[in-house]
């Protein structure tokens, strides 16, 4: 295909559109039949305005003399007004321009459109991705339609020209769902996880019955999310599981789910689930039986360190409510009575209220650095304080507007602590 293809043929039909458009402008012009001779005589049109303007006279000195009243002055004058302008404009009728001016205009128009075009903005950047898309277009959506597997290379000698024909073609293609798919593996080796969901996304909306698509849509949502399921990734597994109850992956992201957040008999009820079901399956599952046993002694470990942590119970003072808005964020933090960095901080969303209260886990499983533990600083004396805030931005920092409670402090054995949002920061 030729290089220049896609730039001439927006030459050609740019070219043509502003003809078009000098065209219409000179149609009107170019009505006057030929062989047609001008109107020479008028004497006729004009003995005829020279009576309405004489009438008009007479009509101004009736009203002064006050033989019309001023409603039938008025009716009269616009009457013979109207009439008099369709005289005069039959008696000037309109002048075909000469033919160089209407090449002139034919020229001149596509002329400066193709110079705002060119010198109002920089361009360059789309005359790169046309010549792109007329070099690896095809061997593009090949890859998007599943046609090949893997890019030849000469494909990459211009990456960024490849990768905008590949976003092109997908968005072109909106309605595609398999092409989404693709996209979003394609981000995954750039190492995007944040534009593969949104990708992923688009693609599971497209085509939510895709067993494959939902359960990688799980999949990333669940990675990003930093191995906790949301709402969303909650009813998409449970779609899964419900057209196909034994699909593995969904239940081994149930599982890990589930052990995130703590519910530690729900995530044993899956791994058991995925054993029975392994049993009745006749191959070689030595090593989906050994990757069970590891996730059940990570269950274990991390419910051994929950029951070392630190219950927090949450309310909100009853005169600061109004104050909480739906977008608003509960952060509840353990650190050092002496400042720094937390030894454990959970970020919950204020929808989780419920009357004013909440309950939340602390425990080194929420700990901010590997090498800074709530276990570790418990067991080497350091005095501690917990304390809530509900953030406004979302953020870590505390803002003015953000609502606080008081730092309590942490004794050395004390297991449950109750706190009190009742301030304002200021």
């Known amino acids: 295909m030729n290089v220049f293809s896609t730039f001439g043929l927006f030459i050609t039909l740019s070219l043509l559109v502003a003809v078009l458009a000098a065209l219409v402008v000179i149609v009107p012009w170019l009505r006057a039949k030929k062989g047609v001779p001008a109107v020479e005589d008028n004497r006729l049109i004009d003995l005829n305005i020279d009576v309405y303007k004489s009438r008009l006279r007479e009509l101004a000195t009736d009203k002064e003399e006050g033989t019309l009243n001023e409603e039938e002055y008025l009716a009269q004058k616009t009457e013979l007004e109207r009439q008099l302008l369709a005289a005069e404009q039959i008696a000037t009728p309109m002048q075909t321009p000469s033919l160089k001016n209407q090449l002139i205009l034919i020229i001149f128009v596509p002329v400066i459109a193709g110079l705002a075009y060119f010198f109002i903005s920089d361009r360059s950047s789309v005359f790169e991705l046309w010549q792109a898309q007329d070099k690896v277009g095809d ?169 070392a942590g630190v219950d927090v119970s949450v309310t909100v003072n009853t005169s600061l409510l109004p104050l ?65 805030r509900i953030s406004h931005s979302g953020t870590a920092l505390s803002q003015s507007g953000d609502l606080s409670s008081n730092p309590v402090v942490l004794k050395s054995d004390q297991q449950q602590v109750n706190l009190e949002i009742n301030q304002q920061v200021p």
């Open 324 to 388: 909480v808005t739906a977008d608003d964020v509960l952060f509840v933090a353990i650190r050092a009575a002496a400042g720094g960095p937390p030894f454990a901080a959970k970020r919950v969303p204020i929808s989780n209220l419920k009357q004013g209260n909440i309950a939340v886990s602390l425990s080194d499983l929420d700990a901010m650095m590997a090498d800074k533990t709530l276990q570790s600083a418990r067991a080497s004396g350091e005095q501690l304080v917990v304390t809530a």
């Open 139 to 307: 061997i593009a959506d090949e890859l998007l339609t599943g046609k090949i597997d893997v890019l030849p290379e000469w494909a990459f000698e211009d990456g960024a020209g490849l990768f905008s024909t590949i976003q092109t073609n997908v968005h072109r293609n909106a309605g595609d769902s398999y092409r989404w798919m693709i996209l979003s593996e394609i981000f995954l080796s750039f190492e995007e996880p944040e534009s593969a969901l949104e990708a992923l996304s688009r693609a599971y909306r497209l085509s939510p019955e895709d067993e494959n698509i939902a359960t990688e849509y799980a999949q990333i949502s669940f990675l990003t999310n930093g191995g906790s399921l949301d709402d969303e990734n909650r009813r998409v597994l449970a779609d899964i599981l419900k057209a196909n109850p034994d699909n593995e992956g969904a239940q081994m992201l149930m599982a890990r789910g589930e052990a995130k957040a703590g519910n530690y008999k729900e995530a044993q009820g899956w791994i058991d689930k995925m054993r029975r079901h392994l049993a009745q399956v006749p191959s070689d599952d030595t090593h989906a039986l050994s990757g069970l046993d590891e996730l059940t002694a990570t269950i274990a470990q991390q419910q051994a360190q929950a029951a």
